[in-house]
T-cell receptor, first 111, second 113 residues
Framework: DAKTTQPPSMDCAEGRAANLPCNHSTISGNEYVYWYRQIHSQGPQYIIHGLKNNETNEMASLIITEDRKSSTLILPHATLRDTAVYYCIVFSSFGNEKLTFGTGTRLTIIP | KAGVTQTPRYLIKTRGQQVTLSCSPISGHRSVSWYQQTPGQGLQFLFEYFSETQRNKGNFPGRFSGRQFSNSRSEMNVSTLELGDSALYLC????????????FGPGTRLLVL
């Protein structure tokens, strides 16, 4: 069972920041928060991951609350190509190697 | 570095047939995982192979099997195909160190008629 809760859909205007929330209230101490996205009919694409500190890379920023029970993925300047389903996953490689995907958030970037 | 590749990309089979799908991981990656994605069930884990050994398995019937070769390439086999096996089959590879990120291939879309 997925251990995360995400809104089923969101819209964002092109050029604006897209903020995608994720709740993971049962996350354990050794579990990381991973974000992937899937553009229609393609394989999921890795975006970013973190444990407890905020992270930033060339694609996005990840903000994790101090209690680690929720996080937000930020796409700073959304483009039409960011339209996809975004999955938030909690994962630990210690003894359990599989990623468990929930239903994700369908993000639509509006021109 | 080349990404994960999967062949074939599209496949049409009929009920009762069997199918073999192939996955070539990113160079240097030793772990390959397989996932099935359907509109109704979403993305579900099938199994993971590391160093030619299956080390994790999802809740799928025995008709679904796999193997990994010494060069880390992996194959997945589905025997006695059913209509419900129509899906996008994805493979993902990682180096297999702790917390290593999984990288997905483009998938093989299987249609069972």
């Amino acid at each position: 069972d997925a251990k995360t809760t995400q809104p089923p859909s969101m819209d964002c205007a092109e050029g604006r920041a897209a903020n995608l929330p994720c709740n993971h209230s049962t996350i354990s101490g050794n579990e990381y928060v991973y974000w992937y996205r899937q553009i229609h009919s393609q394989g999921p694409q890795y975006i970013i991951h973190g444990l407890k500190n905020n992270e930033t890379n060339e694609m996005a920023s990840l903000i994790i609350t101090e209690d680690r029970k929720s996080s937000t993925l930020i796409l700073p300047h959304a483009t039409l190509r960011d339209t996809a389903v975004y999955y938030c996953i909690v994962f630990s490689s210690f003894g359990n190697e599989k990623l468990t995907f929930g239903t994700g958030t369908r993000l639509t970037i509006i021109p | 570095k080349a990404g994960v590749t999967q062949t074939p990309r599209y496949l049409i089979k009929t009920r009762g047939q069997q199918v073999t799908l192939s996955c070539s991981p990113i160079s240097g990656h030793r772990s390959v995982s397989w996932y099935q994605q359907t509109p109704g069930q979403g993305l579900q884990f099938l199994f993971e192979y590391f160093s030619e050994t299956q080390r994790n398995k999802g809740n799928f019937p025995g008709r679904f099997s796999g193997r990994q070769f010494s060069n880390s390439r992996s194959e997945m086999n589905v025997s006695t195909l059913e209509l419900g096996d129509s899906a996008l089959y994805l493979c993902a590879s990682r180096w297999s160190g702790d917390q290593e990120t999984q990288y997905f291939g483009p998938g093989t879309r299987l249609l069972v008629l």
